[in-house]
């Protein structure tokens, strides 16, 4: 068996960074998730490392069909581009770790032999929070001190066991960790934990120790919840004789100041994210965000620009509330930094959603839109008006800014209706020109006129653009209908009734 010890560690990928994403395959990726992944990916980058995704999948009741699927699409869609991983392989094959079952019983006997784990005969009567069976703790454990060769006989006849990590009794372990400094446990606390479980799988923390040690893991990305279980891991690490990585700990996203962001309770993944609208490089710029500085005013970033300016440094201690709010500024600032025919592409099935008339050009609409969209999923709310003129108030003609009320309102109505059905060219810049020389020939400013053809044609206070954009894209024949509906509304025969 040493000669097969020998040949793990040979084959050991070594030389430079080499980080991992392990997430479980347990449904869609959630925002902390996300984050975790990004910081690995920038410290591996940043320094022409090796970013390596590896699927934790030993919780088999926890499986979800397809997750594995969404993580590597998830991965890919935000630019997170892994060197190695178990679509592409890699050095350090297989990265899923049910697929590496084979090593770990090897190194829990390993431990065994060296006597800083032991084999786990029996089980309490005591029962868990969820009612399952849960092995005795070690205060009370009688297979803690029986003797190894004792131990294995039983193993050899076939008796069920677990392994369990022998956590020393005296004495302290201290951690060192890059954001959280030097974090130290009296060992006495220490439970003795299960390293290799009755059917064959590993726990969690003991894959995580041996597959980091076999794949050259050099620096470990985790979230707070694990600084308890780190002064096990490095006493695996100790009694292997391993090299022990360097541990780089973020503190939790938050839904507020009590509580978790939280799959379970109903708040977003990041398919929910994208399926609001969001675009995939504001949700990761946002995300890098949340628990990091990159110093200074600017907020703004590419995730190349990310890679060259991350440091580890600027990670906060302090866990980061999630502000959908502010996600919405920075998915706004990206939307409008979008090329144009870029944006009318992933704009159109929205549109439609709204706007089921093909003659209103759903490019022309989406051009009215960009600098006024938050979300794409806005899209539709922003534009009911189109395919049906909604039913409105007069009160809408009365408005102060543009000094108009419905006596005005009716005035600039029929004035526009003569002047744009006159108009040989309808487009943007002969609409546009149309009316402001129209404006300025009866003595009233720009909005006075305009605002009762913005009410006219859309029923609304707010669009998503102005009377001339939204008249352009109606065409001269729905606009004056429109206007004509208005002069009615304003209790006069409309022109084209006489």
Not at 382 to 397: A, S
Not at 447 to 469: C, Q, S
Request: overall charge negative.
């Amino acid at each position: 068996m040493s000669n097969w010890f020998e040949e793990m560690e040979a084959k050991i990928p070594r030389g430079g960074v080499r980080t991992r994403f392990a997430p479980s395959p347990t449904g869609y990726m959630h925002v902390g998730g996300l984050r975790t992944a990004l910081y690995a990916y920038l410290i591996a980058k940043k320094s022409g490392g090796t970013f390596i995704l590896r699927i934790e999948d030993t919780d088999q009741a926890r499986f979800v069909e397809g997750a594995t699927e969404i993580i590597i699409d998830t991965l890919n869609g935000v630019g997170l581009k892994y060197d190695e991983g178990p679509d592409i392989g890699g050095p350090a094959a297989p990265y899923t770790q049910s697929e590496r079952r084979h090593l770990y019983l090897p190194y829990a006997q390993l431990l065994c032999e060296k006597c800083a784990a032991y084999y786990c005969f029996c089980e309490t009567e005591a029962k868990q929070g969820d009612g399952s069976s849960a092995w005795m703790e070690h205060e009370t454990d009688p297979c803690r001190d029986l003797p190894y060769a004792e131990s294995k006989r039983r193993v050899d006849e076939g008796a069920p066991f677990v392994v369990r990590m022998k956590a020393p009794r005296e004495g302290e372990t201290t951690v060192e960790d890059m954001v959280f400094g030097l974090v130290t446990t009296q060992n006495k606390t220490l439970d003795d934990m299960v390293l290799l479980k009755r059917d064959g799988m590993p726990t969690y923390n003991f894959a995580n120790v041996v597959d980091d040690h076999l794949m050259g893991i050099t620096h470990v990305l985790r979230g707070s919840e694990y600084i308890s279980s780190a002064p096990k891991y490095n006493l695996l690490y100790l009694a292997f004789g391993w090299e022990i990585p360097a541990y780089i700990t973020v503190s939790p996203v938050m839904r507020d100041a009590q509580h978790k962001l939280s799959k379970r309770d109903g708040d977003p993944t990041y398919n929910d994210l994208l399926n609001q609208g969001c675009l995939p490089e504001a949700v990761l710029n946002y995300v890098a965000l949340l628990g990091w500085s990159p110093g200074g005013e600017r907020e703004v970033f590419s995730l190349e620009e990310m890679t060259e300016i991350f440091d580890v440094s600027g990670i906060s201690k302090s866990p980061a509330i999630f502000d959908e709010e502010k996600l919405n500024y920075f998915n706004s600032e990206y939307i409008r930094a979008l090329p144009p025919e870029k944006f009318a592409e992933l704009a159109e099935p929205y549109i439609r959603k709204a706007v089921s008339n093909k003659a209103y050009s759903a490019d022309q609409i989406a051009r009215i839109l960009q600098a006024r969209c938050e979300r794409l999923s806005d899209i539709p709310g922003k534009l009911d008006f189109f395919d049906n003129l909604p039913d409105y108030d007069n009160e809408l003609y009365v408005h102060k800014k543009s000094k108009t009320d419905e006596a005005i309102s009716l005035e600039m109505l029929r004035a526009s209706r003569c002047a744009l059905e006159a108009l040989e060219d309808w487009t943007t810049e002969a609409i546009h020109d149309t009316l402001i020389a129209l404006a300025e020939s009866i003595g009233v400013k720009n909005a006075t006129l305009m605002w009762p053809v913005r009410i006219a044609v859309t029923g609304k206070a707010v669009t998503p653009g102005g009377a001339v954009e939204v008249c352009r894209i109606l065409g001269v024949d729905e606009t004056i209908r429109r206007i004509d509906a208005g002069i009615r509304k304003l209790g006069v025969e409309g022109i084209a009734d006489k």
